[in-house]
């Protein structure tokens, strides 16, 4: 059975169909990249899947429970943590505070701070810089605070929104290889990315997003040596 499973999934916003109808699973300890251009969907599908918006239609399964009309804190708390695009970390609490806010739904103190711990080992640069405001880190640091936030609710899976946006290409780099670590260390991944050649290098399958609907799916290697996905996303 897989993690996570999205069946028949329709969004509306107004009279227009941001999402129509589209069906895809992530199985457990899985990469999946989700691809395609600005305005196919890739974001309102992350936002539906963690109860930020109500679709119109389909369902949201998450090991083996509907949670199409759970609310977005309970689907927090039963194990699915969501990078969102932009990072949206809390710019006048410290970084420390930000990290604290990520473990609202967990009540042992000695777990949430191994979490921390586990948090500054992955991102040295929070330990450092702990007590400044958030609002103050850099796009790459801000990145960083975003995934760690998330890390802290100790989640079995993680939807990640355009992690790599506005980043330097060094950055980016680390970015990714930090994606790989949190996957390697049990964390089932899903990534929403405009990076298409990054994100299928790193993850284990696919699906591409055209105006709210799944055009191809496969293995990442797959897509990577598709034709028309070369041309359409990979600028080859």
């Given at each position: 059975m897989a993690m996570l499973e999205i069946?028949?999934?329709?969004?509306?916003?107004?009279?227009?169909?941001?999402?129509?109808?589209?069906?895809?699973?992530?199985?457990?300890?899985?990469?999946?990249?989700?691809i395609g251009a600005n305005g196919a969907g890739k974001t309102t599908t992350?936002?539906?899947?963690?109860?930020?918006?109500?679709?119109?239609?389909?369902?949201?399964?998450?090991?083996?429970?509907?949670?199409?009309?759970?609310?977005?804190?309970?689907?927090?708390s039963m194990g699915m943590a969501h990078v969102p695009e932009g990072r949206r970390v809390f710019a006048s609490l410290s970084v420390l505070q930000n990290l604290r806010l990520g473990a609202y739904t967990r009540n042992s103190k000695e777990e949430i701070e191994e979490s921390l711990q586990k948090v500054y080992k992955r991102f040295p640069r929070l330990e450092e810089r702990k007590n400044q405001p958030a609002g103050t880190l850099s796009g790459g640091e801000q990145q960083m605070l975003a995934m760690g936030?998330?890390?802290?609710?100790?989640?079995?899976?993680?939807?990640?929104?355009?992690?790599?946006?506005?980043?330097?290409?060094i950055l980016v780099n680390e970015i990714f290889d930090i994606i790989k670590e949190v996957s390697a260390s049990g964390t089932t991944v899903l990534l929403v990315e405009q990076n298409a050649k990054k994100a299928l290098s790193i993850a284990d399958r696919g699906y591409v997003?055209?105006?709210?609907?799944?055009?191809?799916?496969?293995?990442?290697?797959?897509?990577?040596?598709?034709?028309?996905?070369?041309?359409?996303?990979?600028?080859?």
């Amino acid at each position: 059975m897989a993690m996570l499973e999205i069946k028949d999934l329709s969004v509306y916003y107004g009279v227009i169909q941001a999402l129509k109808g589209i069906s895809f699973e992530v199985n457990e300890g899985e990469v999946i990249a989700l691809i395609g251009a600005n305005g196919a969907g890739k974001t309102t599908t992350l936002h539906t899947i963690s109860g930020l918006i109500a679709p119109k239609g389909g369902s949201v399964i998450f090991e083996g429970q509907d949670i199409t009309k759970t609310p977005a804190h309970k689907i927090v708390s039963m194990g699915m943590a969501h990078v969102p695009e932009g990072r949206r970390v809390f710019a006048s609490l410290s970084v420390l505070q930000n990290l604290r806010l990520g473990a609202y739904t967990r009540n042992s103190k000695e777990e949430i701070e191994e979490s921390l711990q586990k948090v500054y080992k992955r991102f040295p640069r929070l330990e450092e810089r702990k007590n400044q405001p958030a609002g103050t880190l850099s796009g790459g640091e801000q990145q960083m605070l975003a995934m760690g936030r998330a890390l802290m609710s100790n989640p079995r899976i993680i939807l990640m929104d355009e992690p790599s946006m506005g980043l330097s290409p060094i950055l980016v780099n680390e970015i990714f290889d930090i994606i790989k670590e949190v996957s390697a260390s049990g964390t089932t991944v899903l990534l929403v990315e405009q990076n298409a050649k990054k994100a299928l290098s790193i993850a284990d399958r696919g699906y591409v997003l055209e105006t709210g609907r799944i055009v191809l799916e496969g293995k990442a290697e797959e897509l990577l040596n598709n034709k028309s996905v070369q041309s359409a996303y990979l600028g080859e």
